[in-house]
């Protein structure tokens, strides 16, 4: 009996494996389709799609409506989802590449003898998938890549699915209307139209057309195309089933023709919007919209309703765009007044949405900037910077605005002050003190007005924290955003930066983006610090009778609210008067700079040069104040006046530098072709610099600054004149110069450039004199002179690499910024990756490097396993086509990475890398490698070489294998050589500092010259990959008309062979 079990469980055994092995994906047969068709529908697709739409209904519903904003037409703002790796729909993409991993049959059948050999017989068997399921696992795969934020790899899925499945029309054509929505989430509007322009010209099933105007729709109004986005708005308005995204839709429409400026139409939709079923905030939002439509008939009675509105505690969160909504309606009514009262509160009120707050200090900056009250208009502009979003269309030239106002306004103010101050001296002591007594009383009620702002705000804190149901529906909204982003970093998280920027406003009120704004003293009040309080001497302290008066004193000279503290700052002496007039002095200058040049008032910048002239005879700055007129009045044109105040310069100070320059016989010429003189000056300073004349580039410089001290090439020349000090060895001429750039232009390609020059001479790497110029400019590449800084630079940095075989790597792809359109690299990396990849995932991502930015292509399990995918990016055409445009593909250990990152260059890896590391004819470098050449395109105006190619090795091109799938496995790679190494020797001879650079520097020109042979040039290479694309566009096209080709024939066929039947019928 035992023996008889045992048997059983044996031939149980084998029929279980027999099954499984009939089961496997390297079978096609009948059996083994419907068996992973029905695995795949059923297991591992429904629970992908199950998560899909849990993810995508979480998203939905975590979403904050902005109704202030062009509403998306979907309610989710994609573009705002931090792209981590590490979101929700992470778990719809493991189980579809589980899906495709598992359940994938590619093997070819056994054909049938017994079945016809028909033409559709023959396309099944040339297919390349026979899951007849599996392609659903695709399309969710892309779909979930898109909606995670990571469009080039959902369009690497998709391109698959073109090649896979080419003879599926219907499946063709959805596919393709995802990829319209990836293209237009990029903002790759070439590819959109094209696919676009593809899809019309088809004529697609019901559901696809459907689906195709939806996309097509969000498409336009991502591109601002709202004419063309209407027709297919109104068709997915009209098929929507949906009542509360047709209500959003209606609301869409509206806010279309709003900003086509059809405000008929406008008010009809929003009207459509309004019914018994339509949300509260959604009405009282389409209402809003109605008041800004220029329409008189509607528009006085929706201001008054609005007006009463406003006062409802129930409209409490919609009171910021209630105030901003009425101000706007006063303003197409002209009344300024009322406008400015509404649009105040607007900007005070405790907002849902902030950015009514932004739009409402906005429009009221543009009133007082209309009205040249530059003092009241600062502030209000720099509010409104720090509630705008950064995607805001009016975000940059607010931000210009405030930026400039906030330079002007401090000069404003303390000349306003000062004349206010000097006003108040001449007055009666009677009309002084009700003046003060009115300002005391103002800033109480201010003060207790602050104290009750203080105490509610502390009420509602306490509150929200014992009840958290007592949030407002927008605070709700972004609690829940919050609880669905999990730990997500607080600046990802869009919701929770609205959020504190709504509390702040609540506690703090509108501040300005400054330093130690929780000190900064209120608009109109002089600040009390250590001036109301003078050091005193020991032997000045009072007796003690008359310390506790002197105390007192004291404290009413210290508070506000007290006439003393006010009294003690009026200038009634003559000493307090001259120290008050030199305030005056010092502010008028640069407030009359900033409004000529920078804001461009110069009628306001004409009166204020003119008072500086006539206040202050005595100044010192007299010459440059007649500069400044004169420049002034030959921009608006008038040179009689022009020519007055040249004469008084040239009169009274014979001796200034502008003198010399306006009384020289071409100063005209400079006038006439001021940009054509300056560039002329810095080319010949340039030309200079290269020939090694460093002390004509000082002296060109400083003639330079004393004629354009304010020009866009003032960076470019303080470079030029740092770096002729390090051509004559002067290091510490080169470090103030460079640090002078660094501080006068941060922000400038320039002072980048300088940075790595300071870091050097601040570690005392030795310059050497007479040196001719660092770096030949002329085809942008590094060529060292013998004993120069910069090739003291690179023999340090050639040291200290790691030699690591078996390290982690990467493969870098490093351009320059303007070589390579980012996207397209992007893309054709993804592709590529996915197109040969399936079982092997690799992270993409861009990262900055010496000399440029860099594409980082990772993991690599070893130096020889990066080299192997080196070879086969090489091989594909497509991928290289790209890679190959000014592009130097690299090969690092992580290790060397950081190292690079910090204090290398390229120019010294490379070095490191062909002596230690170069494997002969796998390496694939760049032939002329980057390093200081940014240096020289910076510098460089006039002369628009090519960047550098990369030159790819014939023996390494390979014909490109688009069928097969050539996984990346360690024990596919061919196996690493180990090579002894030397053991360290003996110091025999000891080599000296320049022989020992000089060995280095042989060695590098040797690698570049090996990779010089080693390669050759290839050219067009971005015609190349566009007409591959429109090959492969055409292919689809071709393929597209062969099947309809097909099906008539078949039809034919199916037509004639009824005939004939019918006829033999006849005949019987």
């Not at 002197?550 to 609210?561: G, I, K, N, T, Y």
């Not at 090739?791 to 493969?811: C, I, K, L, M, W």
Request: with cysteine; charged share 30%; hydrophobic share 40%.
């Amino acid at each position: 009996m035992i023996r008889q079990g045992g048997m059983v469980r044996w031939m149980l055994a084998v029929m279980i494996g027999t099954a499984w092995a009939g089961c496997s994906t390297r079978k096609n047969t009948a059996g083994t389709r419907a068996f992973h068709e029905l695995t795949t529908r059923y297991n591992v697709f429904f629970n992908a799609q199950q998560a899909y739409d849990d993810a995508l209904e979480a998203r939905y519903e975590a979403f904050q409506e902005d109704y202030s904003e062009l509403l998306p037409l979907y309610p989710v703002k994609i573009d705002s989802i931090p792209s981590k790796g590490d979101g929700a729909f992470d778990v719809v993409i493991e189980k579809t590449a589980k899906a495709i991993r598992e359940h994938s049959i590619s093997v070819k059948p056994r054909r049938d003898r017994s079945r016809p050999y028909t033409q559709a017989y023959r396309e099944w068997l040339r297919q390349d998938e026979f899951n007849p399921f599996i392609k659903n696992a695709w399309l969710l795969m892309g779909k979930a890549y898109v909606q995670n934020r990571e469009y080039e790899k959902g369009l690497a899925v998709f391109s698959q699915m073109l090649r896979l499945f080419d003879e599926d029309i219907d499946l063709l054509s959805e596919v393709q209307i995802e990829m319209l929505r990836a293209y237009a989430e990029t903002g790759w509007n070439y590819d959109a139209d094209n696919m676009a322009y593809l899809l019309r010209q088809r004529k697609l099933a019901g559901r696809l057309d459907d689906l195709f105007a939806e996309t097509y729709a969000y498409y336009l109004l991502r591109k601002k195309d709202y004419l063309s986005a209407l027709p297919y708005l109104r068709r997915v308005i009209e098929k929507d089933k949906n009542s509360r995204q047709k209500m959003r839709l209606r609301y869409l429409l509206g806010q279309t023709y709003a900003a086509l400026g059809s405000d008929a139409e406008a008010y009809d939709a929003f009207e459509s919007v309004k019914g018994l079923g339509t949300p509260y905030e959604l009405a009282i939002h389409a209402l809003i919209r109605q008041s800004a439509l220029d329409l008189p008939a509607h528009q006085k009675t929706i201001i008054q309703r609005l007006e009463r509105m406003a006062g409802s505690a129930k409209n409490k969160p919609y009171r910021d765009g209630i105030h901003y909504a009425v101000g706007a309606g006063y303003l197409l009514r002209n009344d300024t007044a009322q406008a400015i009262e509404h649009l105040h509160l607007a900007g005070a009120s405790d907002p849902q949405n902030s950015l009514y707050a932004a739009l409402a200090m906005v429009k009221l900056g543009d009133i007082y900037f209309a009205r040249k009250d530059y003092v009241k208009a600062g502030p209000v502009f720099t509010a409104a910077v720090a509630l705008l979003p950064e995607s805001h269309p009016e975000y940059i030239r607010v931000r210009d605005r405030a930026e400039v106002l906030g330079a002007l306004v401090p000069h404003m103010i303390a000349v306003q002050e000062q004349d206010s101050l000097q006003e108040m001296v001449s007055l009666p002591r009677t009309v002084q003190l009700e003046r003060i007594d009115r300002r005391i009383v103002e800033w109480k009620k201010t003060q207790t007005d602050a104290e009750r702002e203080a105490y509610l705000a502390g009420m509602s804190l306490r509150g929200t924290e014992q009840n958290p149901s007592s949030l407002s529906p927008a605070e709700a909204a972004a609690a829940l955003a919050a609880k669905a982003d999990g730990g997500t970093f607080y600046f990802d998280a869009p919701a929770l930066v609205a959020q504190g920027k709504s509390e702040f406003r609540r506690r703090w009120g509108n501040r300005a983006l400054e330093d130690n704004w929780r000190l900064s003293a209120t608009p109109g009040s002089l600040p009390v610090g250590d001036a109301a309080f003078p050091d005193t001497d020991v032997a000045d302290i009072p007796p003690a009778g008359e310390g506790a008066a002197v105390a007192s004193a004291a404290l009413r000279a210290a508070d506000p609210s007290q006439r003393d503290y006010y009294l003690q700052q009026l200038p009634s002496t003559p000493e307090a008067l001259a120290a008050s007039n030199r305030i005056i002095e010092e502010n008028l200058f640069p407030m009359g700079a900033i409004l000529k040049d920078r804001l461009q008032d110069y009628d306001y910048a004409a009166r204020t040069f003119r008072r500086y002239l006539n206040d202050f005879p005595g100044s010192p700055r007299r010459p440059d104040v007649y500069y400044q007129l004169y420049l002034l009045y030959l921009r608006l044109g008038d040179t009689a006046t022009a020519e007055t105040y040249r004469r008084h310069l040239l009169a009274e100070y014979p001796g200034d530098g502008r003198s010399t320059f306006l009384s020289s016989p071409d100063y005209r010429r400079v006038l006439e072709n001021y940009a054509g003189v300056q560039d002329s000056l810095y080319q010949e300073a340039y030309q200079a610099y290269r020939r090694g004349e460093a002390q004509k580039v000082q002296s060109l410089y400083t003639y330079f600054e004393s004629l354009f001290g304010h020009s866009s090439l003032m960076p470019q020349f303080m470079l030029l004149e740092g770096l002729s000090y390090v051509q004559t060895g002067d290091a510490e001429k080169a470090a103030g110069a460079l640090k002078k750039l660094r501080e006068a232009y941060p922000e400038s390609p320039a002072a980048s450039i300088a940075e790595p020059v300071i870091a050097g001479l601040a570690e005392g790497r030795d310059i050497v004199t007479g040196a001719s110029a660092i770096v030949d400019f002329r085809r942008g590449r590094e060529k060292t002179v013998p004993g120069t800084a910069s090739e003291s630079f690179v023999a340090a940095d050639t040291v200290s690499f790691s030699v690591g075989r078996d390290a982690p790597h990467a493969y870098l792809l490093v351009m320059q910024e303007s070589s390579v359109r980012k996207n397209e690299l992007l893309f054709a990396a993804a592709d590529f990756n996915f197109s040969r990849f399936q079982l092997r995932a690799f992270d993409l991502s861009f990262i900055r490097v010496a000399g440029g930015e860099a594409l980082r292509i990772s993991p690599f399990r070893s130096l020889s396993e990066a080299q192997r995918y080196a070879q086969m990016a090489a091989s594909d055409s497509a991928f290289h086509a790209v890679e190959a445009r000014g592009i130097l593909p690299l090969v690092i250990s992580e290790e060397n990475l950081r190292r690079l990152s910090q204090e290398k260059t390229l120019a010294s890896y490379i070095v490191f890398y062909t002596d230690s590391l170069s494997s002969g004819a796998e390496d694939i470098l760049l032939a002329e490698p980057l390093a200081i050449p940014a240096v020289a395109d910076s510098l460089q105006t006039d002369e628009a070489e090519e960047p550098p190619s990369i030159i790819q090795k014939e023996a390494e091109i390979v014909p490109q294998e688009t069928e097969k799938i050539v996984p990346l496995e360690p024990e596919k790679i061919a196996p690493e050589v180990i090579r002894p190494q030397p053991l360290p020797q003996e110091k025999a001879v000891p080599l000296n500092a320049a022989q020992r650079e000089g060995e280095l520097q042989r060695k590098a020109e040797e690698a570049l010259q090996r990779q010089r042979q080693e390669t050759e040039q290839q050219k067009d290479r971005k015609t190349l990959l566009k007409e591959r694309e429109r090959e492969r566009k055409e292919k689809i096209r071709q393929r597209e008309q062969e099947r309809q080709e097909k099906l008539r024939r078949r039809e034919e066929d199916l037509k004639r062979r009824q005939q004939e039947r019918e006829q033999r019928l006849r005949e019987r």
